[in-house]
């Protein structure tokens, strides 16, 4: 069994007092769950005010679903999955508005163009990539989530979890070496 390290053992008993009716671990939690929501939103969406509204929309989501929760442990692919369905719904409704408008000014510029080139060919390289296996890299390689996590996370089996994973490395591999 994977030993827990002491950040995720936290997070379970801030889960459970949360379940309990505990307001102020509630508070604790969503303070160290939002960068990382945000951060996963914003390399989804790359808008900041997109990003946020999605991170409220799951968080709210999250505060009205505790009780189906049935584990703390799997708090974070449980929190994950409902991010990504939030982003999903914005990045369809978005390509939707444009399919109708033909609009392309409403494509967002890369946020935060200042983090360096490779930061830069990083998200460009993700932007390449379908919604489904930008979010399966994004969750596992930027957020660390496990392949089962990443499955839970995104609501697919394990093995299309993986597979997204392994096209999504051999897509990113080959793009940022230049190769596609």
Do not use: N
């Amino acid at each position: 069994m994977a030993q827990r390290d002491e950040a995720q053992v936290y997070d379970e008993l801030l889960v459970t007092l949360v379940r309990a009716g505990d307001q102020r671990a509630g508070e604790r939690l969503a303070a160290r769950w939002y960068p990382r929501l945000m951060r996963t939103a914003l390399r989804l969406l790359q808008d900041r005010d997109q990003a946020q509204d999605a991170v409220q929309e799951a968080w709210a989501g999250i505060c009205k679903g505790w009780g189906r929760l049935s584990e703390p442990a799997k708090f974070p692919a449980w929190a994950f999955g409902i991010l990504h369905r939030k982003c999903a719904d914005r990045i369809r409704r978005e390509q939707g508005q444009r399919a109708r408008t033909g609009s392309l000014e409403d494509v967002p510029e890369p946020s935060e163009s200042a983090r360096g080139e490779l930061a830069f060919a990083i998200d460009q390289a993700l932007d390449l990539l379908s919604v489904e296996h930008r979010m399966a890299a994004i969750l596992f390689f930027g957020d660390g989530l496990t392949l089962v996590e990443v499955a839970a996370a995104t609501g697919v089996p394990v093995g299309t979890a993986k597979s997204r994973i392994f096209h999504a490395r051999k897509h990113l591999k080959s793009t940022l070496e230049g190769e596609i």
